[in-house]
């Protein structure tokens, strides 16, 4: 790795640490409803609307009211959206005229923005129309992540909660999260985009007349971007307006706006460590859970980066060497612009955030470089992950982390004064369990009926299944894109797949905290394991990596990692 | 589940006014009074007769002009209608074959060029849309324009020298040269060499 690797992520780090204090005290007072002054000119919008929707902001719910309403909000988002693609050929805003989108990828969209995967087997530019793009896809990427959100901040409740059977209000939840958190941050994001040239407009496409004449005249796809872009990030959605997503131009013109799009990503899970921290009372235990994050995800991105400036082996007569003129490295799939560093970086952002935009094409990364990604979502998307979704899981990590040591010092596993007993344990085995069923089955599913559309040969082509399953599941949605997954056959097996891998998991978590809510909060004393020191960061690493490897290693060693070493062995 | 119905509905129904309809064109009418040029797609010429936009590139072939990277986008290159990548992974037999006819072409349109060939100029981009090339792949088509252009290979350093962006605030994304702002500065000191002339 060159020098100025080490300057990029020390200082994505540096500013992504800076922004965690202030942004999770923030979160934790919009969500505990104590606004802060700037945040009170909305104050009588969120009390009309809950008056107009006939909304007791004081009446709290039980975890089944909470999952129920949750399941009833996300179902009528579902429906919206495919009736937005269905019915887009007679809806205005659309000066391409395109017609009703396919049933099945239709239906693998809808539930694809709702369950915040954002997996796209279509391609943006020559499918959607405008209003379907801002109506239908724009709306989910607020809506899904107030719900990971929500869903978060219920489970937070159950720790700081006793002798109590209420987890707080599912629509004040999702209100106050988009109304005070998501919403100013989209705009002012969007701001910062279009002032680097990301486009926003409702112009039919623009054709050109090139100069130094091609043999094809150009037409430019046009849009309304800026907006959609900005939540597409901040929501750790993914899903690109264009086809070539964040690598499009108009979507991230300058390495500014890429460095802007890869803090986004993170900065709402990262935040939310501390606002974790912060309404258990114990800021520690947020930050030891982001040193865990940090840790795996600085070890990732710098064996991404050096996988790929080695560049690719198999071409001579080709400079692929770094220098001030240029990138060198693996160039094919990636802008020049971003070169290898910021390319690889961003790859592994977006699969260990679930995010899933990609500003490189993941499917022409190095075997290696190829593994970072595919291992960051196989480990169930808690290093920062999803927004709520990555601080869930990973306190579902957190909580097996700490029975085991449990097991290892004989003692009840106790967390935040809170005993971890058999029904947690239940929930937590099925969530971890989930997952992994819904990859390797599907994987071989797929492998049996699906492999008409695996586009690269050898063990790349497993990848590029095992990669379409596992992004599916932990809701990440970048692909291995070479595999032509718009067959009705990959748009049901992936719907059905991310439809249980997010609110199957969710149900999981809000039964658990309904639990967790109910019980007495224990007294810390000196035969309680301390869960914020350096020991137990370790601890929950290896956890992690131990349930993750010993789950897809078979896997990784039959696809990437066999082609590396078939690759250095032609070379 | 009745008692749920009506939040459910009209909440759904009044957020996805604000972030679907409110939002967006509160952003589309703060980018038109700010930003009207970049909200448009940066093009460049003039109305009705748009040569391009600064951040799109174009299929140049003719080789009297600075070629931009490959790009496989579908039905031709840089089908700005149709963005993305190749695909094809680092052990594909058809990368391999589509890397080795592009070094084949550039060293047939410029044989005695003794420079190596940068990698940027033989792999497709990301988006297929790519405006960029490296300065390395610059420098390396000089000596191919200048004997087909009559001019010095100083001139077109120069030229190119010119239209060297840095990376952002020295680190960020890496040095580059636009490929169309180049070949649009190309040809005005060729009009300005043959009216010297």
Known sequence: ?571 | MKALLRPALSLFLLLSLITGVLYPLVVTAIGQLFFPQQVAGSLMGSQGQWLGSRLIGQAVTDPRYFWGRPSATASYPDNATASGGSNLGPSNPALLAAVTERITALRAADPDNPLPIPVDLVTASASGLDPHISPAAAYYQINRIAKLRHLAPTQLQSLVQAHLQAPQWGILGEARVNVLELNLALDSLVASATDKR
Not at chain 1, 105 to 131: D, H, P
Request: neutral net charge.
């Open chain 1, 1 to 571: 790795m060159n020098p100025n690797a080490y300057l990029q992520i020390g200082l994505f780090m540096g500013i992504l640490l800076l922004t965690v204090k202030p942004l999770g005290s923030y979160m934790t007072q919009i969500m505990d409803g104590r606004l802060p002054k700037f945040s009170r000119l909305l104050y009588p919008l969120e009390k009309a609307m809950y008056r107009g929707c006939g909304i007791e902001a004081t009446t709290e719910m039980n975890w089944q009211q909470y999952a129920g309403a949750m399941l009833l909000f996300n179902l009528l988002g579902m429906i919206a959206v495919y009736a937005l693609q269905r019915l887009q050929g007679l809806l205005p805003l659309n000066p391409q005229a395109f017609g009703a989108v396919k049933s099945d990828t239709a239906l693998n969209t809808a539930v694809s923005f709702v369950t915040n995967t954002n997996w796209q087997s279509y391609a943006g530019e020559s499918t959607m129309s405008y209003l379907t793009q801002m109506l239908g896809l724009t709306v989910q990427n607020f809506l899904s992540a107030a719900t990971g959100l929500a869903v978060a901040i219920a489970l937070i409740r159950g720790f700081t909660r006793h002798h109590q059977s209420t987890l707080g209000n599912f629509w004040v939840d999702v209100t106050r999260s988009i109304l005070y958190l998501l919403l100013p941050l989209a705009l002012l994001l969007a701001l910062l985009f279009m002032s680097q040239g990301v486009i926003q407009n409702f112009s039919a496409y623009q054709p050109l007349h090139p100069l130094p004449t091609p043999q094809h005249s150009q037409v430019l796809a046009m849009g309304p971007v800026a907006s959609q872009e900005a939540i597409k990030m901040l929501g750790t959605n993914g899903g690109g307006f264009f086809n070539a997503n964040s690598a499009h131009p108009y979507e991230n013109p300058t390495p500014l706006t890429n460095f802007i799009q890869m803090i986004t990503i993170f900065l709402i899970p990262a935040a939310l460590c501390y606002t974790f921290g912060q309404m258990v009372g114990d800021t520690r235990q947020g930050w030891a859970i982001l040193a865990a994050m940090s840790l795996v995800f600085v070890v990732m991105a710098w064996a991404a980066i050096g996988a790929e400036q080695q560049g690719n082996p198999a071409f001579s007569g080709v400079d692929q060497s770094y220098s001030a003129l240029q990138a060198g490295g693996n160039m094919e799939g990636k802008e020049t612009r971003f070169g290898i560093i910021a390319s690889a970086l961003f790859a592994t952002i977006t699969t260990a955030a679930s995010c899933g935009a990609v500003n490189a094409m993941h499917d022409s990364f190095t075997p290696l470089g190829g593994l970072v990604p595919l291992g960051l979502i196989q480990l169930g998307e808690v290093i920062f992950g999803g927004v709520g979704a990555g601080l869930y899981g990973m306190l579902i990590m957190v909580l097996l982390a700490v029975f085991i040591a449990g097991l290892m010092i004989g003692r009840t596993p106790e967390y935040l004064g809170k005993k971890i007993e058999a029904f947690e344990m239940k929930m937590i085995s099925l969530s971890i369990l989930i997952t992994p069923l819904l990859i390797l089955v599907g994987t071989a599913l797929a492998l049996l009926v699906g492999k008409a559309s695996i586009f690269n040969p050898g063990p790349h082509g497993l990848s590029e299944v095992l990669y379409a399953l596992s992004s599916a599941a932990n809701n990440n949605g970048s692909a291995f894109a070479g595999l032509a997954a718009d067959t009705p056959f990959y748009n049901i097996l992936l719907a059905v797949v991310m439809g249980i891998g997010r609110f199957g998991v969710i149900i999981l978590v809000l039964a658990m905290a309904g639990s967790l809510a109910r019980k007495q909060r224990l007294a810390v004393t000196v035969g309680s394991l301390p869960t914020h020191g350096l020991l137990f960061v370790v601890l929950l690493i290896g956890v992690i990596i131990i349930v993750g490897a010993l789950t897809y290693l078979p896997t990784l060693v039959l696809g990437p990692v066999i082609e590396q070493l078939l690759m250095l062995g032609h070379s």
